[in-house]
């Protein structure tokens, strides 16, 4: 190359970088972090500094290049405020895939909406956001924020890791507090998997991680603060909407929890404790006077969301909840309380992290956890269990949004640690006994009886609150193996005190059996195959867990055409592993009928990733025999 042409080669190359940010093109990311990443958190760096009990400072710069379209769900540009959060800075710039500036966003730009959820009578929380579009892929966003807060009460958590599908190229968390505050931490997962480094002085405590690859998510995967590290964060002393805390176990933060946030709320109007005593009668067993105030509470109340106040952490008045006749959890469980209390009988407020996925309060970090409330009642050494903020489900039930899990009971003397309601897999029990005909042309007509008991109770008798067409929807899709299927009756029982839901129905299918020269062939067990099959991995990374057990039992009379006769029928099958057992029988009865008997049970359990493979062959082998098929020839 000549002396000119190298000239103008360096010419054009610093007229192209002139302006940019090379640090912040693609080409600077090593292949290894974009294999299976969506996006990739170049960089991650988070400030807080603490140095009073009523004074926090977080400052954040998140660097994040998103590689395509499903990235763009890990690009959060907002941030929350309310009267005690301030947002001093937030800005973000937007750079192209070889670091060229394409917009840059000031405060003003970002759009102030109120953080509403649709059901809220009240919420005083706001967000500044920006709803960012892309004109092409890749591309990187540097986010900057400074927020001021007397809520020392919530310090965010750090995880090396961002999301499934998400590769980390580098990222810190450092915490400066004053030593008398006492800062506590709470490591979770960590492993020699990941290089985490760690600096702890007498008033800071940091936290690094580079070259996270980024993870697929496999099927059954536990949750993600089950499998990758994470540490949490709180102070012995902190302040909570400008009511000042201290707690070094979960004993005094309790007591703090009652006596700040629930002993000046207790008051019932008078007209109310007269119609509860009047509804009590001479009632005496504790358990019968709860489920008359429970049942008094699903009448005159309804839930709404209400999110003003201490943190959204301190209830209604219950007074105001008797007038007004709504509540979010919190007042809703402190009213149910408070009627208790009424009438002597104690109940603890308790905080729960809800879902369907199980989350637990940490057992020995002393905080400001959970996102739930529902209330404990203690009678003879057991806790009965009450979601106040539904108007339909029994008393004493749990379901899978509260089921089995740490959560924290406040008691005037204290807190405590206790476990709910574990449904065994015998206890989560769906039993069908049914008939049905097969015709000489194939169709199908019979009868079935479903009695759900436990979590499968939960699961269906919401079907009784459904349109007739939404019902006959929803045996479609249970139903889905049979096709041409035709709903002709429902009826439902649904026994509260029992915490049984019955269904009675009557179908009818034309052509489920295939026709065939005079001959037919149908799948026998017609209505409980479970078809579900895990997905096959090559190699599985992650351990597996299954969540909660249950336990399908069935009884089938199957009536054969007159005329026709057995060909060929399915064999027995049984199985018995760690994952739970299958059985499933063909009987031969009179009159020219199939009896098929079937017990499913799954355990709940939690595995190691080289059993992956055998559950897959046992849920295999189940769907497979469920569809097993029959075939009866004319004579």
Known sequence: MTNSRILLALILFTSFAFGQKLEYSILTIPDSLKQNANAVLRNSEMNISIPTQNTMTIKSKVITTVLNEYGLKNLDLSENYDKN?????????????????????????????????????????????????????????????????????????????????????????????????????????????????????????????????????????????????????????????????????????????????????????????????????????????????????????????????????????????????????????????????????????????????????????ASIQGNHVILALPVEDKLYWMECTSQIHPFGFQGDFTDDRNVLIIKPDGGEIVSTKTFSEVENIKIIKGSYAISPEGNLSGKINIVSKGLQYDNEFGKERLSREEQIQRYKEEFDNINNLSIKKISFSNDKNNVQFTEDLELQAESYAQNTGGKLMFAVNAFDQNSYVPKKYKTREFPFEIERGYSNEDEIEISLPEGFSVEAKPNDNEITNEFGSYKIEFITAENNKIICKRKLTIKKGFFESSKYENYRKFRETIARTDNSKILITKL
């Open 85 to 365: 959060r301030k947002i001093a800075k937030i800005e973000a710039t937007v750079y192209d895939s070889f670091g060229k500036e394409l917009k840059t966003f000031k405060k003003k730009d970002f759009r102030d909406v109120s953080v509403a959820d649709g059901i809220s009578v009240f919420n005083d929380n706001r967000a500044l956001y920006i709803d960012y579009i892309p004109v092409t892929y890749p591309f990187t966003v540097v986010f900057e924020t400074e927020i001021e807060t007397s809520n020392t009460a919530f310090i965010p958590a750090w995880s090396p890791i961002g999301n499934f599908l998400v590769s980390t190229q580098k990222t810190s968390l450092t915490i400066t507090f004053s030593p008398d505050l006492n800062l506590k931490t709470k490591e979770i997962n960590f492993s020699k998997n990941y290089t985490i480094e760690k600096n702890v002085t007498s008033n800071s405590v940091s936290y690094s991680a580079k070259n996270v690859l980024a993870k697929k998510r496999e099927e059954l995967t536990p949750s993600f603060t089950t499998v990758f590290p994470i540490v949490y964060f709180a102070l012995e002393k902190f302040q909570l909407e400008n009511v000042s805390g201290s707690a070094s176990n979960w004993k005094e933060f309790g007591k703090w929890y009652y006596n700040s946030l629930l002993s000046d709320t207790e008051e019932i109007p008078e007209v109310t404790q007269q119609k509860i005593k009047s509804l009590i009668g001479n009632e005496k067993n504790p358990i019968e006077i709860a489920k008359i105030i429970y049942q008094f509470v699903q009448e005159k109340t309804r839930y709404v969301s209400v999110q003003v106040g201490i943190g959204g952490w301190k209830p209604m008045l219950a007074k105001d909840v008797d007038k007004l006749g709504y509540g979010d959890c919190k007042a809703l469980t402190n009213y149910t309380r408070s009627l208790l209390k009424m009438v002597d009988i104690p109940s603890y407020y308790t905080v729960v992290w809800a879902g369907n996925e199980r989350r637990n309060i940490h057992e020995d970090i």
